[in-house]
T-cell receptor
């Protein structure tokens, strides 16, 4: 079974600064997807960024970028120019590329999350 | 991405009762998933719900406790049966297309069982 580990329960950053959230995972599969979701106090899960394992290029979405190291099974999220609205719980998640019965392998396996505080 | 709504947004229930949570999507989707997020915890998948077939439950979750319906490609329900305080959680539905590359989540249902 796949596992996802986020070793930083809490992080803080000054507004306009850069912060990196860490995530490692364990899998025997060669093809998979990795995600970062944010969950603000409203509790809505919002997709931040997605990375396909077969792509060597790191994904970027505006101020958000990842450092994907497949051999090291590491998938960190960098937030540049941090804003007050970035304050949230951030979850790293893994998804197999193989469907399984009825798509059940498409389930997301989440880490425990990192609570990010942005200080003005 | 799809627009997903859940009803109710929150509820307070008495132990021993049941609550049915609805998940509605504004477009047809192949796969729907139901997750549970216990207080201060991460999300755990309860089951995968596909239209026209029985839901596939994860280890530790059973149909008698969490019956699921998926009558069409835009709607699903999750029932939490014979509730106990341990069922107090946020329940979230998510949806994905046929290849399931990305899951999008509904706003969640916050359940408190007394």
């Amino acid at each position: 079974a796949q596992t996802v580990t986020q070793s930083q329960p809490e992080m803080s950053v000054q507004e306009a600064e850069t912060v990196t959230l860490s995530c490692t995972y364990d899998t025997s599969e060669s093809d998979y997807y990795l995600f970062w979701y944010k969950q603000p106090p409203s509790r809505q899960m919002i997709l931040v960024i997605r990375q396909e394992a077969y792509k060597q290029q790191n994904a970027t979405e505006n101020r958000f970028s990842v450092n994907f190291q497949k051999a090291a099974k590491s998938f960190s999220l960098k937030i540049s120019d941090s804003q007050l609205g970035d304050a949230a719980m951030y979850f790293c998640a893994y998804r197999s590329a193989w469907a399984g019965r009825g798509g059940s392998n498409y389930k997301l396996t989440f880490g425990k999350g990192t609570l990010l505080t942005v200080n003005p | 991405s799809a627009v997903i709504s859940q009803k109710p947004s929150r509820d307070i229930c008495q132990r021993g009762t049941s609550l049915t949570i609805q998940c509605q999507v504004d477009s047809q989707v192949t796969m729907m998933f139901w997750y549970r997020q216990q207080p201060g915890q991460s999300l755990t998948l309860i089951a995968t719900a596909n239209q026209g077939s029985e839901a596939t439950y994860e280890s530790g979750f059973v149909i008698d406790k969490f019956p699921i319906s998926r009558p069409n490609l835009t709607f699903s329900t999750l029932t939490v049966s014979n509730m106990s305080p341990e069922d107090s959680s946020i329940y979230l539905c998510s949806v994905a297309g046929a290849r399931g590359e990305t899951q999008y989540f509904g706003p969640g249902t916050r359940l408190l069982v007394l």
